[in-house]
């Protein structure tokens, strides 16, 4: 065959080999699974645990009790042939039972489908060499893992073997394993294992195998499904490859299928090597069968996966000691794992059309895990929040009802253009309360549902150092969301089509929040204006300018405020509901009094006034008018001149009938602005240098208003370096120069500790709470050089192990 059997092998998959070299066929029947993740109990649509009203409807897959009694059924009906049971790997994870039981469950019934091998997936090493050294010891079939490379301290070693060999019909299997080469990085295996690279390790075991008269080789790999065809199976004397990781689905009916099942791969020995894998979670058994030539090449492969649902009648046995082991699990649903000092609303009515308190404790949650990676922007899609938490003790029971679906923590890098696509996904059924509205975390937009979707997004920003600044089209961000929009979920195709470097298996997201709640007790929920929805022409009341960081404990005074524009008309209280909808602050307006005795700074060229719109026209979108230059502040002169004021502008024509009207532009001042006081800094300089004006609030007759509570930050410590100060707004007469406004607290950003860099290498011991982020703050001054302690320790950034070490390179320049 002349084309690439990837491309073309969709139907049988079936291998049209010569039939000269079909004088000793030997057919082998694998029944395999992969990704298991700890689904012991049956799951539905969404990969959760079914509920007993979904058994009743046959709603659900897979569970343990149904894929014990179909492996069984393929047996006996494959009873006298060559029949292999393969498991590929992360069978832990992803349920309470494995909170619970902490892989026995998994092992008893694996025990009980009676696996001939089963290969390391990443998530084995979750809970470090110790909990997969335990799990090994209670099965009672071979692990097998060519990469993993315990040394002679390690719980592990001499409990996984690089390959077993098997002998099936009076034939001997060679099964060789691998797990995916940055398992140190999405696992926790400890520094007495070593992760080897997969195929120069495979390659090793197969030509040891060979030299042992083994002829028929099968890779049972955890490395995923794109790596498997374009590595694993090329290596030579492979004849086989049954992995997972990847979660893939591969089919020859179903047209959601990612390829054929089995995907057929040209290897350079001259014959093809059918590679499979059986999606997740046990909704599939996978099974087909190979026929091999006399010299151990296969001849043919065909088959397809077999769905586990209502119509294989589950194991009574399984089912019973299922719900056996489910009884403490209930208790566990119990278990207080925080507190709240106020409800936090999760509703359907409030998450889906606008910002609500429990989008911001997941988005933030989310991207708290993520923080040291280089993530920057958190995406949670409304319809994922399924209930709200009460005032008071928050249990696990209640996080597993708000985040019931068992999905995972996905990263991944998108063009600023790409998220800004997604946001207009995401409000294009705003108005249907459809799920895909997205909560965020670390970026802030504004939406106008008046507008046609897919033209709503009004302004995007997006964190950066402790201020927020535009999104760039071109530039590229670190994303975080969860498994199901990652891969087009609620409608989120760019996510599927665009994402650059996706990893969809991260931690679960029930538990990503509850680590957070537990790390920020008692929690206090808020919403801080992240998102809002624009409203007719007029704007709100805005609160003082928030920095990007909302990690604090109190809120920092208001500037004195300018004039301010008409409070916006009300927007319907179901779209509205305990959101921020702060609107943005127009431009001061027109100065009225000339100033005798003023200082030389140039006078502010002011706008000429809009004109106004017709009754029936919609007036544009009250948006953030731009800052006139700022003021140019100098040194104090004696005896200054007057300055002349500037006479007014006429004011411009009426609109016209089909123009809509544009929003409140300052009219041209005759006198020279007096600078309003900064925003609070911890330091100040006299004279002050100039600066960009703020967005002015109200009149200063009025009070300003009351800031709403900051959010919870990314970064967790307050700064000791000073920041410069906030630029003053636009106001009336100054008389002198501008004089710094008192210093207040910095608004959280991250730690900039001025502790010295360390002359000598030192040991930390880790706590609870421990980041490289904010150990590279505390060592270095910089939390950004938190690679350094990354690149000198095995530990990956998510998972540092209470009471572990950590090595903190010498750095022997003082931090500034």
């Given at each position: 065959m002349s084309i690439s059997c990837i491309r073309v092998l969709f139907c049988t998959s079936v291998l049209a080999m010569s039939a000269d070299a079909a004088l000793a066929d030997y057919t082998l029947n694998i029944l395999h699974n992969n990704d298991w993740h700890s689904r012991i109990e049956s799951i539905n649509k969404h990969d959760s645990t079914c509920s007993s009203a979904e058994e009743q409807k046959n709603e659900c897959f897979g569970g343990a009790a149904r894929l014990k009694a179909a492996i069984d059924a393929r047996r006996k009906a494959l009873d006298g042939k060559n029949v292999l049971a393969l498991n590929a790997g992360d069978n832990f994870q992803g349920s309470l039972f494995y909170n619970t039981y902490k892989g026995a469950a998994e092992a008893e019934f694996m025990n009980l489908m009676k696996f001939d091998a089963m290969t390391i997936g990443n998530h084995e090493f979750d809970d470090g060499e110790d909990g997969l050294g335990a799990f090994i010891g209670k099965v009672d079939f071979p692990i097998v893992s060519a990469n993993v490379r315990p040394d002679i301290k390690s719980a592990l070693n001499g409990k996984i073997k690089p390959y077993l060999i098997k002998e099936v019909g009076g034939q001997k299997i060679a099964i060789v394993g691998a797990v995916a080469n940055d398992t140190a990085e999405l696992a926790s295996p400890g520094q007495k294992v070593t992760i080897a690279e997969d195929v120069a390790t495979i390659a090793a075991a197969v030509e040891e195998v060979t030299k042992q008269g083994v002829n028929k080789v099968i890779a049972l790999t955890h490395v995923g499904y794109p790596r498997d065809m374009a590595a694993i199976a090329k290596i030579p004397n492979v004849d086989v490859?049954?992995?997972?990781?990847?979660?893939?689905?591969?089919?020859?009916?179903?047209?959601?299928?990612?390829?054929?099942?089995?995907?057929?791969?040209?290897?350079?020995?001259?014959?093809?090597?059918?590679?499979?894998?059986?999606?997740?979670?046990?909704?599939?058994?996978?099974?087909?069968?190979?026929?091999?030539?006399?010299?151990?090449?296969?001849?043919?492969?065909?088959?397809?996966?077999?769905?586990?649902?209502?119509?294989?009648?589950?194991?009574?046995?399984?089912?019973?000691?299922?719900?056996?082991?489910?009884?403490?699990?209930?208790?566990?649903k119990n278990k207080v794992i925080a507190s709240s000092v106020g409800p936090i609303e999760g509703s359907r009515e409030i998450c889906r059309v606008a910002e609500c308190t429990m989008g911001n404790l997941v988005a933030d949650a989310m991207l708290d895990r993520v923080k040291g990676q280089g993530t920057t922007i958190a995406i949670m899609n409304g319809g994922g929040l399924r209930a709200s938490i009460d005032a008071g003790d928050v249990t696990m029971g209640e996080v597993l009802t708000v985040l019931p679906f068992q999905n995972t923590l996905s990263t991944f890098q998108l063009k600023g253009a790409d998220v800004k696509a997604a946001l207009e996904h995401g409000v294009s059924q705003v108005d249907e309360g459809g799920g895909r509205f997205p909560q965020v975390a670390g970026l802030k937009y504004s939406f106008d549902k008046s507008k046609p979707a897919g033209q709503r997004i009004n302004s995007v920003e997006v964190g950066s150092g402790n201020a927020w600044k535009p999104l760039d089209p071109a530039a590229t961000y670190g994303v975080v969301a969860n498994n199901f929009t990652r891969g087009g979920g609620d409608g989120y195709k760019v996510f599927a089509t665009n994402a650059i470097n996706a990893y969809d298996y991260g931690p679960s997201l029930e538990q990503v929040v509850i680590d957070y709640l537990?790390?920020?007790?008692?929690?206090?929920?808020?919403?801080?204006?992240?998102?809002?929805?624009?409203?007719?022409?007029?704007?709100?009341?805005?609160?003082?300018?928030?920095?990007?960081?909302?990690?604090?404990?109190?809120?920092?005074?208001?500037?004195?405020?300018?004039?301010?524009?008409?409070?916006?008309?009300?927007?319907?209280?179901?779209?509205?509901?305990?959101?921020?909808e702060v609107a943005k602050p127009a431009a001061p307006m027109q100065a009225t009094k000339p100033v005798a005795q003023a200082k030389p700074a140039k006078p502010v060229q002011a706008a000429k006034p809009a004109t106004p719109a017709k009754p029936d026209e919609k007036a544009k979108t009250a948006e953030v008018a731009k800052p006139a230059k700022p003021m140019q502040t100098t040194k104090p002169v004696a005896q200054a001149k007057p300055a002349k004021p500037v006479q007014a502008a006429k004011p411009a024509a009426p609109a016209k009938p089909d123009e809509k009207a544009k929003t409140a532009e300052v009219a041209k001042t005759a006198k020279v602005a007096k600078p309003a006081k900064p925003m609070q800094a911890t330091k100040a300089v006299a004279p002050a240098k100039s600066v960009k004006p703020m967005q002015a609030t109200k009149p200063a007759a009025a009070k300003p208003v009351k800031p709403m509570q900051p959010a919870k930050s990314i970064a967790t410590t307050k700064p000791t370096t000073p920041i410069k100060p906030v630029k003053p707004m636009q106001a009336a007469k100054p008389t002198a120069p501008a004089k710094p406004a008192k210093a207040a607290k910095p608004v959280a950003p991250v730690k900039m500790t001025q502790k010295t860099k360390p002359a000598v290498a030192e040991v930390h011991i880790i706590k609870a709470g421990d980041t490289y982020w904010d150990l590279a703050a505390r060592f270095y001054g910089n939390p950004t050089e938190w690679r350094k302690l990354r690149a000198a320790n095995k530990y990956h950034p998510r998972r540092l192990p209470i009471g572990g070490t950590i090595t903190v390179p010498a750095r022997t320049v003082p931090a500034k």
């Open positions: 490859v049954v992995g997972g990781h990847s979660h893939t689905f591969l089919s020859n009916s179903d047209p959601k299928a990612e390829g054929p099942y089995p995907t057929l791969v040209d290897n350079p020995g001259g014959y093809h090597v059918p590679v499979v894998q059986a999606k997740s979670y046990g909704k599939y058994l996978g099974e087909f069968t190979v026929t091999f030539d006399d010299t151990g090449k296969p001849l043919s492969a065909k088959g397809d996966p077999i769905l586990l649902d209502s119509s294989i009648k589950a194991d009574e046995v399984v089912l019973a000691r299922v719900k056996e082991l489910a009884k403490p699990i209930e208790e566990l537990a790390k920020n007790q008692p929690y206090k929920p808020y919403t801080d204006g992240r998102i809002k929805a624009v409203a007719m022409p007029a704007v709100t009341k805005a609160p003082e300018a928030q920095a990007l960081d909302p990690a604090v404990t109190g809120t920092a005074k208001p500037a004195e405020p300018a004039q301010a524009a008409k409070p916006a008309a009300p927007v319907k209280p179901a779209e509205t509901a305990k959101t921020a």
